[in-house]
């Protein structure tokens, strides 16, 4: 793709970047076909390609752009399937992470707009906001029909009335069962240490199990990737700088060998810390130390290897996160894990699309996210699953609320099958 920016526009190493990125896309249309936008609303503009042209048009004008513009990058999932796609090597998320970093900074929204993404960037990264912003969405839940949609669609994802933090996520150290192989950190994050410590808890039990001592570091929180998904950089990295000191602080003292996530938005985030932290180079040494050591849960039992499991007639749908199989491209590992493991797994058709949870975005752009959340979830219901198993919490959520069928964490089916106990999730649906 041909660009125009001026030489001064060049001396910014971003414009540079997103210039390089640019001129890689030969306009072959390849990526329109797995975009789900562009599968949905069959709008060019809601295709990569599309979007890739309105982002040069917007960085080489430079200043607020057009609404419309907005409107095409908003309904972007940042799911990264175009980036799987692409046979050029276009790096599409740095171009719309750039991008909505400007957005934010340059163009006023209208205010509902403005407000909504304000509240969702700050009580999502603080847990005991969000435990109160939960129950009251739990309240307001019974009362749908009077509330506007994005709320609606708020309140819809809220899972009920939080309780108190679970033990797992305050700072302490779990030993190893037996030997000890390697000394890890848990990532706890923000969301998931509120909604999602079951999760956590299976982690923790299924690493000590394989010989790992698990350590929740002190400070630890927050990856930064809700807020920039935003388009708000400087709140991202706030929270980021908080998790890479407090493991820094562990690696330096009694050292990590990995920073197990089993939350795959954060792991995509964390393993691209030291683009985020390109301008703080006194934090530069901290962040790599950290990107490096940054792992899928899937990715830290496929070193470990798996004890092996009892075979059990459990039919499992597995869904791809985006951020697993896009971001990290991780497709294999969980599937081999859970076979390992003794489950029946099948993979649903249009594996490639994204569920619609996409971070905020089912907040956000509630119309386009219940089509997709319908879909996958008739996709996966089609294998005829007793379980459906993702490795990200968002899809978890998001997937569950258009299915009957148990929706899990694949590191819980993991736990169950090694001598840990059956998922709540599937308890609750009387599964076997
Ligand atoms: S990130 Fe996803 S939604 Fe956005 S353009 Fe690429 S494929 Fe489409
Ligand atoms: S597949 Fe890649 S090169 Fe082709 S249009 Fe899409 S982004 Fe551009």
């Known amino acids: 793709m041909q660009t125009r920016f001026s030489e001064g526009q060049l001396a910014d190493p971003l414009i540079a970047d997103a210039n390089r990125v640019l001129r890689k896309c030969v306009h072959c249309g390849f990526c329109l076909a797995t975009c789900p936008t562009y599968v949905l609303l069959g709008d060019e503009l809601d295709s990569p390609r599309g979007r890739i042209y309105l982002m040069k048009e917007m960085l080489e004008t430079g200043g607020p752009p057009a609404a419309e513009t907005v409107k095409h990058i908003d309904?972007?999932?940042?799911?990264?399937?175009?980036?799987?796609?692409?046979?050029?090597?276009?790096?599409?998320?740095?171009?719309?992470?750039?991008?909505?970093?400007?957005?934010?900074?340059?163009?006023?929204?209208?205010?509902?707009?403005?407000?909504?993404?304000?509240?969702?960037?700050?009580?999502?990264?603080?847990?005991?906001?969000?435990?109160?912003?939960?129950s009251a969405g739990a309240l307001a839940r019974r009362f749908p029909g009077l509330l506007p949609p994005r709320l609606a669609a708020l309140a819809r994802l809220s899972p009920g009335i939080a309780r108190g933090p679970a033990p797992i996520v305050s700072a302490g150290r779990y030993p190893a069962e037996g030997e000890r192989r390697m000394r890890v950190a848990l990532m706890t994050g923000c969301v998931q240490s509120v909604t999602g410590t079951e999760i956590h808890e299976a982690t923790a039990r299924v690493l000590r199990r394989h010989g790992c001592e698990v350590v929740v570091a002190e400070g630890a929180g927050c990856c930064g990737a809700l807020n920039l998904h935003l388009g708000d950089e400087r709140a991202a990295l706030r929270s980021a700088e908080r998790s890479v000191r407090s493991w820094w602080r562990e690696i330096q003292g009694d050292g990590l060998d990995a920073i197990a996530v089993d939350a795959s938005g954060c792991g995509a985030a964390i393993k691209d810390y030291v683009h985020l932290f390109r301008n703080r180079p006194e934090l530069r040494e901290a962040a790599s130390a950290v990107a490096e050591r940054a792992v899928d849960a899937s990715e830290l039992l496929s070193r470990l290897g798996l004890k092996p499991g009892p075979a059990r007639s459990t039919v499992v749908a597995y869904h791809d996160a985006c951020s697993l199989r896009h971001g990290q491209q991780l497709t294999e590992p969980p599937r081999r894990l859970l076979a390992e493991a003794g489950f029946d797994v099948r993979s649903p058709s249009e594996g490639h699309l994204c569920c619609g949870s996409a971070g905020t975005y089912n907040m956000l752009q509630p119309t386009i996210a219940s089509q997709l959340g319908a879909r996958k979830a008739a996709?996966?219901?089609?294998?005829?699953?007793?379980?459906?198993?993702?490795?990200?919490?968002?899809?978890?959520?998001?997937?569950?609320?258009?299915?009957?069928?148990?929706?899990?964490?694949?590191?819980?089916?993991?736990?169950?099958?090694?001598?840990?106990?059956?998922?709540?999730?599937?308890?609750?649906?009387?599964?076997?």
């Open 75 to 134: 309904r972007c999932l940042s799911c990264l399937s175009c980036v799987s796609t692409c046979p050029s090597g276009v790096d599409y998320r740095r171009l719309v992470d750039q991008t909505r970093v400007h957005i934010e900074s340059t163009f006023r929204r209208p205010w509902p707009d403005r407000w909504l993404r304000r509240f969702l960037g700050w009580v999502l990264v603080r847990p005991p906001a969000l435990r109160i912003a939960m």
């Open 379 to 432: 996709n996966l219901e089609r294998v005829r699953p007793d379980v459906v198993a993702a490795g990200n919490l968002g899809c978890i959520v998001q997937i569950g609320a258009y299915t009957n069928i148990p929706v899990v964490h694949t590191v819980e089916l993991l736990d169950w099958a090694t001598g840990g106990p059956r998922p709540p999730a599937m308890s609750r649906a009387g599964r076997a």
